[in-house]
């Protein structure tokens, strides 16, 4: 390959990569948290419950019928129930209510008790799990999907430029590194290019995933408008997802036993039950929609609709032919967030995506080291990309600590508890961004940032420990081991911060 083509590529390589840092940043870290996003849910709400375990719970009909003598349920509309798993005991259940307090399309989101039927909590109090996966897929920012798209197409780009340069060099310096005789550069280097080859399968698929889901949505919405003339229902069921509906009768009848649906789906379908949407509740045009995971196929989700005056899943709403569009589309959002995968590979998915996160700070060093002396590039510019680079990825780190800390603290009465966490991230995000612009000493303030996210843990895992650990081992003995295994991991990730702070803090005297 010709040194031309090598540097061209390079230069390619160095600049796109360091303008979408902070958001790929964001994106793969807030992916890497996503991707326990059942377990954080978990952590969050259970430690504020008593003990709820499925071996006394409730039939899910009593369940439901209970919802409907507490609440003013509009049944017309559709009801959203996710059923308890081995990870989260209490039913959620997303209800459309009459009356003027619930415009229409928003639904009422709670945590059930299935031992009782009685309602623990709103589900919106407890938001630092969907805050996470949001920043994830559109950085919470309006049309942030569109904007997570283009990044993700500039960050395949990065990608091939990068194999492009280190083409030559792919298998002979693979796992090569040079330790601590070599200059920092060196070592660098060497970081950046073992961690970017031993994770290229990894970033590529989520690369070409990404790319497919978030600018997937621009080709639709011009599909919407220009092929189908607005008719979003005809392009869902043309796509393979199709809305099956009934009007409502307005005749009553008796619902049947949804335990029994549920496992005679589960036996025929040889799938686990995940999820149920139920339309017309108590009416005689009732439908009840099961959704769940095949538990033979990879990442292969079973959908049947029950017809409850045909007292089946009947063949004219449920065809027999699998849409090959809709299989596909799901098998690409289960690999891209380890929906497919128990906890063993969503860890080494975790950890490669946290090497990706340093592998964007690393690329980033060398390229300002690269034109630190370059007299043609502005000094401003210099300074605020720096800062930029130090700020935006580093101080993610605090923020997101804080985050968990008032997750964990803050009283489930506050009515605005769920924005009062985000407003905490971005406030402390803010906070860091700034102060990166007024320092020079870049490893001193990375060890900064690294001990007092330490400190803010510390502060959670004692109040924790004091306020919620009887609860935390009481559902860990009942075999739900969430809460405690997200707790002991925010404990490792302490003790890691105390160490590269400490470290970081002592290399920055050597410098200095």
Same mark, same amino acid.
């Given at each position: ?216 949505? /621009? ?6 408008? $220009?092929?189908?003339?607005? !008719?979003? #229902?005809?392009?869902?069921? *043309?796509? &393979? +997802? ?47 929609? /099961? ?6 196929? $990879?990442?292969?989700?079973? !959908?049947? #609709?029950?017809?409850?005056? *045909?007292? &089946? +899943? ?199």
């Amino acid at each position: 390959m010709k040194a031309s083509v090598i540097r061209s590529a390079l230069e390619g390589h160095g600049w796109i990569g360091l303008f979408i840092a902070i958001p790929l940043f964001i994106v793969f870290w807030a992916g890497s948290l996503t991707l326990f996003y059942p377990e954080i849910k978990a952590w969050s709400v259970l430690p504020h419950t008593d003990v709820a375990t499925a071996t006394h719970a409730l039939p899910t009909t009593d369940i439901i019928a209970k919802q409907f003598e507490q609440y003013d349920i509009n049944a017309e509309e559709r009801m959203f129930i996710v059923l308890p798993t081995d990870v989260q005991p209490l039913y959620e259940l997303y209800l459309p209510l009459n009356g003027e307090s619930a415009p229409k399309g928003e639904l009422t989101s709670i945590y059930v008790d299935p031992t009782n039927g009685e309602t623990v909590a709103s589900i919106d109090s407890f938001h630092l799990a969907d805050f996470l996966y949001g920043l994830h897929i559109d950085l919470n920012l309006p049309f942030g999907d569109h904007i997570v798209g283009v990044i993700t197409l500039f960050f395949m780009v990065v990608i091939f430029t990068g194999i492009v340069v280190q083409f030559k060099k792919l298998i002979a310096h693979f796992f090569f590194y040079r330790g601590s005789q070599s200059t920092t550069r060196y070592q660098l280097t060497d970081m950046h290019n073992v961690v970017g080859v031993m994770s290229l399968p990894y970033t590529f698929m989520y690369a070409l995933t990404g790319l497919m889901f978030n600018l997937g949505l /621009i080709s639709q919405v011009v599909t919407l408008f $220009f092929v189908y003339n607005g !008719d979003r #229902t005809a392009l869902l069921n *043309d796509s &393979g +997802f199709p809305r099956i509906t009934e009007v409502h009768a307005g005749i009553e009848r008796e619902m049947p036993d949804l335990n029994a649906i549920i496992t005679s789906f589960e036996t025929e379908q040889n799938a686990k039950a995940s999820s149920l949407r139920l339309t017309n509740y108590g009416d005689e045009n009732a439908l009840i929609r /099961i959704v769940g995971q095949h538990n033979d196929h $990879f990442a292969q989700r079973i !959908d049947m #609709t029950y017809r409850v005056r *045909d007292k &089946g +899943f009947s063949k004219d709403i449920n065809p027999e032919q699998r849409n090959a569009f809709a299989d596909g589309t799901r098998f690409l959002y289960a690999l891209h967030f380890g929906h497919f995968a128990s906890v063993d590979v969503r860890i080494i998915f975790f950890i490669l995506g946290l090497s990706v996160c340093g592998l964007i700070i690393v690329g980033n060093m060398l390229w300002l080291n690269k034109f630190h002396n370059n007299k043609n590039i502005s000094n401003r510019l210099k300074r605020t990309m720096s800062a930029l680079t130090l700020g935006g990825c580093a101080g993610i780190i605090p923020a997101t600590a804080f985050a968990f800390l008032l997750e964990r603290t803050l009283s489930t009465t506050i009515e605005s508890r769920a924005l009062f966490v985000e407003a905490s991230f971005f406030a402390v995000y803010g906070i860091t961004v700034l102060a990166a612009f007024y320092t020079k000493a870049v490893l001193t303030m990375i060890s900064r940032f690294s001990l007092i996210s330490a400190l803010v843990l510390t502060l959670l895992l004692t109040f924790e420990g004091i306020g919620f650990g009887k609860s935390v081992f009481n559902y860990f003995n009942n075999g739900y081991s969430s809460p405690f295994s997200l707790s002991f991991t925010l404990f490792c990730f302490t003790c890691l911060l105390f160490w590269l702070g400490a470290n970081l803090s002592e290399k920055s005297k050597t410098i200095q």
